[in-house]
């Protein structure tokens, strides 16, 4: 098997510390116009274009060669800051990776300086509504008083406001959510250089059965990450009684804070 293709991971500023178990893999440090280029060359029947296509619908061959690419960037993470390439990122010479460097040089060293000695954090939070739906009249005031006139009323009264805050609280709980939602978001981003607002996912690609109602990335300086994550604790001890999921994972690499721009 030839392989003459050019993966590329990432690239760094400054010489990557590369265990021998990595360069075993083909792992491979090039330095290009200032810049350290990590790169792996890797075969036709794999990740030429036609095949790459192919493979990406083989879940486990995805699973595999993406869990190694972001394996690979974080361990270059440890030793310096990075910009890190999607997974596929394919040049079939080292002359069109070079001209691709040189061209986007100023970007690059732009895209370092914004994201030098900060680190990416993903936060999802989630909504179990059958618990909000039996909690609902302790967060919302118009259920709460719609309960009182039903325990004070006539069983005819009490049937008619019984309808009325089962809609209510539908109502109800979608505010709640966008309310937290918002409230998480703004503790978050006071402790954060930039962020970006990414699509809620729907349950299906989720695994679970509660209802997202945050999905953010947050850059964050490194001196600012242990209260970052102080306030995830924070904010799951004040909320662990109520219906609100908090997962905050990282460092990653800045995949959502680098843009690459061609030189006007």
Known sequence: MINDLIYLYC???????LNHNMEFKGLKSIVIDNFYVIIKYVSNSEFSEEN?????????WVESNAREHIMVISKVMESGTVIPFKFGTIYKTKTSLKKFITDYSSSLIENFHNIQGKEEWSVKIYCNRKVLSEQIDELSEETATLEKKIMA?????????????????ETEMNRLNNSYGQEY????KNLSESTRLNNLLPKEFTGTENTMILNATFLVSKNRVNDFK???????KKDEKFCFIIEATGPWPPFSF???KEKQ
Do not use: C, H
């Open 11 to 17: 690239i760094t500023k400054s010489p990557p510390q």
């Open 52 to 60: 790459f296509k192919k493979n990406i619908s083989d879940i486990l």
């Open 153 to 169: 009323s006539s069983p005819g009264k009490a049937f008619l406001f019984k309808r009325k805050k089962e809609d209510l609280i």
């Open 185 to 188: 978001y703004d503790e978050f």
């Open 230 to 236: 102080s306030t995830v604790d924070k904010l799951i």
């Open 258 to 260: 680098i843009s690459i």
